[in-house]
T-cell receptor, first 108, second 114 residues
Framework: GQQLNQSPQSMFIQEGEDVSMNCTSSSIFNTWLWYKQDPGEGPVLLIALYKAGELTSNGRLTAQFGITRKDSFLNISASIPSDVGIYFCAGHSDDMRFGAGTRLTVKP | DTAVSQTPKYLVTQMGNDKSIKCEQNLGHDTMYWYKQDSKKFLKIMFSYNNKELIINETVPNRFSPKSPDKAHLNLHINSLELGDSAVYFC?????????????FGPGTRLLVL
């Protein structure tokens, strides 16, 4: 299936700053997922969202399932160097689609 | 203990060869998956098995044949390898079909076809 529109493609931020990234689609999804991938590793699930409007936190991470069911965002507050990596969104309805990833660099 | 393991981690082979990648999960999950991640980091689901039965079969050439001898194992056999098959292949598992929030990925198999 067509990939999701994820932005930004990359971010360079200073340690301590907040980060925001989002995914949009022309299709409706029943589930939104956010993953983080470190170099040489497999993706690790950060947050799973199952209902429109749902807002879920996991430590410094917060994600929301858009009310239209066509978008989702992920926020990271007070970034630290170990937040470096590629963040992927994924949406599932009849099939599973992924965003192209947001590559995050955090400067100490 | 590793939750989802794959072997080999690296695989370099010639075009036209046949190769297999093995995956095992020790989480007691019912559902297992194969994903492909290309050089641009696009992730795409290829197959999903639930209790040894094929559930998802995305548009993948039939040179790719998954096999699940039991619910803890899902292997991927690739016939007549092509240059475009070069990618990282990830195995994953989840507690049951559709329980995406319980999904764990393996470390990946980096396949390079020369």
């Amino acid at each position: 299936g067509q990939q999701l529109n994820q932005s930004p493609q990359s971010m360079f931020i200073q340690e301590g700053e907040d980060v925001s990234m989002n995914c949009t689609s022309s299709s409706i999804f029943n589930t939104w997922l956010w993953y983080k991938q470190d170099p040489g590793e497999g993706p690790v699930l950060l947050i799973a969202l199952y209902k429109a409007g749902e807002l879920t936190s996991n430590g410094r991470l917060t994600a929301q399932f858009g009310i239209t069911r066509k978008d989702s965002f992920l926020n990271i507050s007070a970034s630290i160097p170990s937040d470096v990596g590629i963040y992927f969104c994924a949406g599932h309805s009849d099939d599973m689609r992924f965003g192209a990833g947001t590559r995050l660099t955090v400067k100490p | 203990d590793t939750a989802v393991s794959q072997t080999p981690k690296y695989l370099v082979t010639q075009m036209g060869n046949d190769k297999s990648i093995k995956c095992e999960q020790n989480l007691g999950h019912d559902t297992m998956y194969w994903y492909k991640q290309d050089s641009k980091k696009f992730l795409k689901i290829m197959f999903s098995y639930n209790n040894k039965e094929l559930i998802i079969n995305e548009t993948v050439p039939n040179r790719f044949s998954p096999k699940s001898p039991d619910k803890a194992h899902l292997n991927l056999h690739i016939n007549s390898l092509e240059l475009g098959d070069s990618a990282v292949y990830f195995c994953a598992s989840s507690q049951f079909q559709g329980s995406w929030g319980t999904q764990y990925f393996g470390p990946g198999t980096r396949l390079l076809v020369l």
